[in-house]
């Protein structure tokens, strides 16, 4: 089976080009921000003017920002105010999951959640408070992070000071303007309802890192533990951007252990155990040669109040050490090379199961190849229609791909193989390769967007198609790993 998954990750992983590696934002509401960026510039004012950015850090991904632009103009007789502001709202409706347009006269207020880990930090941003103000307002989900949204809004009062508004008097508008990024509250209050048995992992290699995988084992002991075989794994996660993570709900503690797979498939002979504790995040980041981790991780699951399911002896240059020392300057510490584990009966298929999933293996492979081909073709090609045509066969060919995806994950399901050793397929079929396979797809249409500044009607097609195929298989994975 490992031989199977590995043809079909060598694929997927040869997607990115050049372009795609451009950081760039994907069905984002380019319009409405040029607008708001063009608002800004002309009119707006320092006073009141908020600018700010959290990120996480132990993963340095941004996981709220904030800015918030007051503007004054002069506005002359009926309006309209703001046209192009409006006109690019309207335009760009359809890449927002919530939009709202309220007039003036409408007593309705309006605040924004903006939802933060520290639930201590959360908070609600009045954004149209006064019956005389209008609003424009969209909510989007963030093209490089699904835990977050982007919300775009405008919100403005003209003073007509009791008069009537005349095509030739002159009044003076007030308003602001929110750019806002926060997890999303649809998706992460309902995380927190299972906070409590929730255990994460959150990791980071350095740059000159080739971690390409990791392998996660769970027992319920530490000696059940040292007897799992190397393929036992419960999931296999990738290492994309320098990062990892990996999340399960436990009911109890138990214990665990997080092992690199380098980009050649070698199986890494060093690996950390540790306590698994629901409720818990385990924060590491690989250096070459030794790790940092959470500090403070070790007194929150109460290892050192005996508690720890792991009474481990590392072996480090052949000096033992209890409980993995740190290095008493810099804190860091030292990858431990552990004991072998004991050798145990591992599952591996049939030849004749084999032989019916290579070839559905083999086409899917060749049909990655040819979408990886049209991705290439996209810098220099000057000609509209056969960018069309291109985007066509992007858009074909996916649909190709589900298909078989679909295909080869029903006849997994359908061999005669034991339940856990199906489920790690699966596993790291969902995480590490169909997933990997359309992130890589929609960074290879942003950076089209980025190097052309548009997109033909084709090109959107494709990219929306990709990008609902990317929701579908999050909800699948995450039904799998339920």
């Known amino acids: 089976m490992k031989r199977v998954i590995t043809m079909l990750l060598i694929a997927c992983s040869a997607i990115t080009t050049a372009s795609a590696q451009k950081k760039i934002y994907p069905n ?32 340095n991904i941004i996981e709220s920002k904030e800015r918030i632009e007051p503007f004054a103009a002069t506005v002359v007789g009926k309006g309209p105010y703001l046209w192009n502001v409006t006109n690019a709202f309207k335009a760009d409706e359809e890449y927002s999951y919530q939009f709202l347009h309220i007039q003036p006269g409408n007593n309705q207020p309006f605040s924004l959640q903006v939802v933060t880990r520290d639930k201590s930090t959360s908070k609600h941003i009045a954004i149209r408070t006064k019956p005389t103000q209008e609003m424009w307002y969209m909510a989007c989900k963030n093209p490089e992070n699904p835990e977050l949204r982007d919300v775009y809004a405008i919100v403005w009062d003209v003073d007509y000071a009791g008069r009537k508004p005349t095509e030739t008097g002159s009044y003076p508008m007030k308003g602001t ?96 155990d540790l306590d698994f504790v629901p409720g818990e995040t385990y924060r590491i980041t690989v250096h070459n040669g030794w790790y940092d981790e959470d500090q403070d991780y ?11 399911l792991i009474n481990r002896v590392k072996v480090i240059d052949k000096v033992e050490f209890k409980d993995n020392p740190s290095d008493p300057n810099t804190g860091a510490r030292a990858i431990p090379v552990a004991p072998q584990p004991q ?132 909800k699948e994975m995450s039904k799998i790993l339920r």
């Open 28 to 59: 984002t509401p380019q319009r409405v921000i040029k607008q708001l960026e063009y608002v800004i510039n002309i009119h707006g004012q320092n006073e009141g003017q908020t600018y700010s950015v959290s990120k996480n850090p132990n993963t």
């Open 177 to 272: 303007i929110y750019m806002i990024t926060s997890l999303r509250p649809d998706i992460y209050e309902k995380k927190m309802e299972s906070s409590k048995t929730l255990f994460k992992i959150e990791g980071r290699v350095d740059a000159n890192i080739k971690d390409s995988l990791y392998n996660i084992y769970i027992a319920d002991s530490y000696d059940e533990l040292k007897a799992v075989g190397d393929d036992d794994y419960v999931a296999c996660v990738p290492v994309i951007n320098k990062r990892f993570e990996y999340q399960t709900e436990l009911d109890h503690p138990v214990v665990g252990r997080l092992r690199c797979i380098f980009p050649d498939g070698e199986l890494c002979s060093d690996w950390i």
């Open 298 to 308: 070790e007194r929150r699951v109460g290892r050192r109040s005996g508690k720890s």
């Open 343 to 474: 050798s145990s009966s591992n599952w591996q298929p049939t030849p004749e199961q084999e032989a019916i999933l290579k070839p559905k293996v083999e086409i899917i492979r060749m049909n990655i190849e040819q979408i990886r081909k049209s991705f290439e073709t996209f810098e220099n090609e000057q000609s509209l229609q056969r960018l069309n045509m291109t985007f066509d066969q992007i858009t074909k060919k996916n649909k190709l791909v589900d298909q078989q995806w679909q295909d080869l994950i029903k006849t997994l399901k359908g061999l005669d193989i034991p339940k856990l050793a199906e489920m790690k397929a699966l596993s790291e079929l969902y995480s590490g390769l169909i997933l990997k396979f359309y992130t890589e797809q929609n960074q290879a249409f942003t950076g089209f967007y980025k190097l052309r500044g548009s997109m033909p009607q084709s090109g959107q097609k494709a990219q929306k198609y990709v990008s609902d195929l990317t929701e579908k298989y999050m």
